[in-house]
């Protein structure tokens, strides 16, 4: 029994998974970076607005960047790996 019928096949599907792959990592990167971002803001409201009001601020804007240069990566790598 052969896992592939051809050699197409296989490039087609290992393919698909490196997108797949590529698309997972990214993603886990900007839930890691809002994380960050919430927790930040958190702390800083449970601190009424104290000095580290700004930190929080940062945080967020750093994970927007972080997003949307994630988003480009995924879009970008499902269109060079298109099937």
């Known amino acids: 029994m052969r896992l592939f019928k051809s050699k197409k096949?296989?490039?087609?599907?290992?393919?698909?998974?490196?997108?797949?792959?590529?698309a997972a990592a990214?993603?886990?990167?900007?839930?890691f970076a809002?994380?960050?971002?919430?927790?930040?803001a958190v702390e800083d409201a449970v601190?009424?607005?104290?000095e580290s009001a700004?930190?929080?601020?940062?945080?967020?804007?750093a994970a927007i960047i972080i997003t949307v240069i994630?988003?480009?990566i995924i879009l970008i790598t499902s269109r060079l790996l298109r099937d």
């Open 9 to 22: 096949s296989f490039k087609k599907e290992f393919k698909r998974q490196i997108k797949y792959a590529i």
């Open 54 to 61: 700004q930190h929080a601020l940062s945080g967020i804007y």
């Open 70 to 72: 994630g988003v480009i």
């Open 34 to 40: 809002w994380r960050d971002s919430v927790y930040n």
């Open 26 to 31: 990214v993603g886990f990167l900007i839930a």
């Open 47 to 50: 601190e009424k607005f104290n």
